[in-house]
């Protein structure tokens, strides 16, 4: 499928939101457009991730001073390192700098780079995944120490950020950034204590589905909403990494893992189908949501009100949250805590 692009000078975006916002209108009406015509959410990502690419190296680019592109690599994470973003995806990412002064001095570029790309519908991380964080930012040096530091020490916290940076993909410095996550891979594979904290702090309970097949709506201000994000796709993305980093798999996108999980017997081959049946209607649902909002001129969300659901997609997420509720389930059986 085809998708408008934003082609102009990036060093000037901030400074011309006209553009900006014909832009925005004009990826969302075909957003709307190509999905109610029978385009796959899938073939809307692949398409979109290439703008998105193209975009934050623009954007990056312009951001940055020549001095230094050489010394600081960008590390995308999340959806983004996944190739999985929609239109408003955050923009969770860090930086591995060459030596400690680059990590210092260029974090004032790095709130430009944030202010141009929040400007195109990527908004800043709201759990600040941000290498403004200073926890985000550092040289192979200091994230090995962080790393590590980690590791002797897994609350949840730091489990959580553990298994954040094996979603990561890194423009530049890749034999650097290797030597910080590999050994987490490792650590995380072995550790049996991690895969239970995953499985029953991260992802247990999570999945929006109630007794009797009830959705389990949420309260925002005075509306009941369905929280796609946290209650349907993230525990079924979040499962297949656990299992995927467990089994050995390293690939990134959630397909692919589903993919190799099937063909190591880890999942059956109907079981993978009907896991990526759920998290493409789950994509789905989100997107629509983003395009509409961004025609309607409202922020962005993750949810989307239950009374505004047809029939039939309500139908259907019900028998999609069954089966993100049954690989829940799963996970929790196979990471038991350690005794």
């Not at 398409?47 to 193209?54: G, K, L, S």
């Not at 994230?143 to 890194?170: C, E, G, I, K, N």
């Amino acid at each position: 499928m085809e998708m408008p692009g934003l082609d102009y000078d990036w060093t000037f975006v901030l400074h011309d939101a006209e553009a900006v916002r014909s832009w925005s209108v004009a990826i969302a009406e075909t957003t709307l457009s190509a999905l109610a015509a029978g385009t796959s959410v899938e073939a809307w990502m692949s398409t979109f991730a290439q703008i998105r690419c193209a975009q934050i190296v623009a954007a990056w680019q312009s951001a940055l001073p020549e001095p230094f592109r050489d010394k600081v690599a960008l590390v995308q994470l999340g959806s983004a390192a996944r190739r999985e973003d929609l239109l408003g995806s955050d923009l969770d990412h860090a930086v591995l700098a060459s030596d400690e002064d680059s990590a210092a001095a260029v974090v004032p570029h790095l709130y430009t780079f944030i202010r141009v790309m929040s400007s195109v519908l990527c908004p800043p991380c709201e759990g600040f995944v941000m290498a403004t964080n200073p926890r985000w930012i550092g040289t192979e040096a200091s994230w090995q120490t962080r790393v590590q530091q980690y590791l002797s020490y897994p609350d949840w916290d730091h489990a959580r950020y553990l298994f954040m940076l094996m979603d990561s993909r890194v423009y530049g410095r890749a034999r650097e950034w290797d030597e910080v996550v590999l050994p987490v891979r490792a650590a995380i594979r072995s550790s049996s204590f991690l895969g239970w904290e995953m499985a029953h702090l991260g992802i247990r309970g999570t999945v929006g589905l109630g007794p009797f097949r009830r959705m389990v709506l949420d309260q925002v201000g005075e509306r009941k909403v369905f929280s796609v994000k946290e209650r349907f796709v993230a525990p079924m993305i979040h499962a297949i990494r656990l299992l995927a980093i467990t089994t050995g798999v390293n690939r990134l996108s959630t397909r692919e893992r589903c993919a190799d999980l099937a063909a190591a017997g880890v999942l059956t081959e109907s079981e993978a189908t009907e896991v990526m049946a759920a998290v493409s209607f789950g994509w789905s649902l989100r997107l629509r949501s983003h395009a509409k909002a961004v025609l309607e001129g409202n922020p962005m969300r993750d949810w989307v009100e239950g009374g505004r659901l047809t029939q039939e997609d309500q139908a259907e997420l019900r028998e999609h949250l069954r089966v993100a509720k049954e690989l829940e389930h799963m996970v929790c059986r196979r990471f038991p805590k350690p005794r």
